[in-house]
Nanobody, 116 residues
Framework: QVQLVESGGGLVQPGGSLRLSCAAS?????MGWYRQAPGKERELVAV???????NYADSVKGRFTISRDNAKNTVYLRMNSLKPEDTAVYYC?????????????WGQGTQVTVSS
């Protein structure tokens, strides 16, 4: 069983930036981020495989950047130009063999709040 530990959430003003990190306890081919806002379903934010191939939600393209350090089994999400609609609990995800579907491993979630 792989464990995922997230960090980096918080409160930020609109237009601001945050960086999320997720460290895995083992090697995972695909790692990434999903989010869930109140009253909404969990949705893809961005994922990346160990070869660097990525998949982004249209709503974050051009604003968010996902990257990973394979040696550290860690994935990062740099979020720029944040909007109030980005407010959600962000979950690290891993374990899939494809960037087009979620894996079975989930982190505990970290709150991101974008508000003035």
């Amino acid at each position: 069983q792989v464990q995922l530990v997230e960090s980096g959430g918080g409160l930020v003003q609109p237009g601001g930036s945050l960086r999320l990190s997720c460290a895995a306890s083992g090697t995972i081919f695909v790692m990434g981020w999903y989010r869930q806002a109140p009253g909404k379903e969990r949705e893809l934010v961005a994922v990346i495989n160990s070869g660097g191939r990525t998949n982004y939600a249209d709503s974050v393209k051009g604003r968010f950047t996902i990257s990973r350090d394979n040696a550290k089994n860690t994935v990062y999400l740099r979020m720029n130009s944040l909007k109030p609609e980005d407010t959600a609990v962000y979950y690290c995800n891993g374990g899939s063999l494809s960037i087009w579907r979620a894996g079975n491993y989930w982190g505990q979630g970290t709150q991101v709040t974008v508000s003035s």
